[in-house]
């Protein structure tokens, strides 16, 4: 999580006055511990991962996790300022569909 973080701020991804009015997606997050770091500095975080954790992980971190596949995921009416994602593309059947998805809510 601290290299993600890392990775983040060295990319001036974190850089904002007001970190309440900024939200983030993680696509693929897991247990949403990255999200839950990112939500104890003030970002508004949502996460999605179909993985049987983030049930667990949505309790205990109070993150919303939504467990729909990406492709579904990306029809919502939502936006968000950020969105990433850390080793996820490899398991992808369609990659370059789910990231123009990615992108109509970024």
Same mark, same amino acid.
């Given at each position: 999580? &601290?290299?993600?973080?890392?990775?983040? &701020?060295?990319?001036?991804?974190?850089? %904002?006055? =007001?970190?309440? =009015?900024?939200?983030?997606?993680?696509?693929?997050?897991?247990?949403?511990?990255?999200? /839950?770091?990112?939500?104890?500095?003030? /970002?508004?975080?949502?996460? &999605?991962? +179909?993985?049987? +954790?983030?049930?667990?992980?949505?309790?205990?971190?109070?993150? %919303?996790?939504?467990?729909?596949?990406?492709?579904?995921?990306? =029809?919502?009416?939502?936006?968000?300022?950020?969105?990433?994602?850390? %080793? +996820?593309?490899?398991?992808?059947?369609?990659?370059?569909? +789910?990231?123009?998805?990615?992108? =109509?809510?970024?």
């Amino acid at each position: 999580m &601290n290299g993600r973080l890392r990775i983040l &701020n060295r990319f001036g991804l974190l850089q %904002h006055d =007001n970190p309440a =009015n900024v939200r983030i997606l993680e696509f693929g997050c897991s247990e949403g511990m990255l999200l /839950y770091a990112l939500k104890q500095k003030g /970002y508004q975080v949502m996460g &999605n991962d +179909v993985c049987a +954790v983030a049930d667990d992980a949505e309790k205990e971190l109070g993150i %919303h996790i939504s467990r729909l596949p990406i492709e579904e995921f990306c =029809n919502i009416n939502d936006k968000f300022d950020l969105i990433m994602s850390f %080793h +996820v593309l490899e398991h992808l059947c369609d990659p370059l569909t +789910v990231m123009q998805k990615l992108a =109509n809510i970024l």
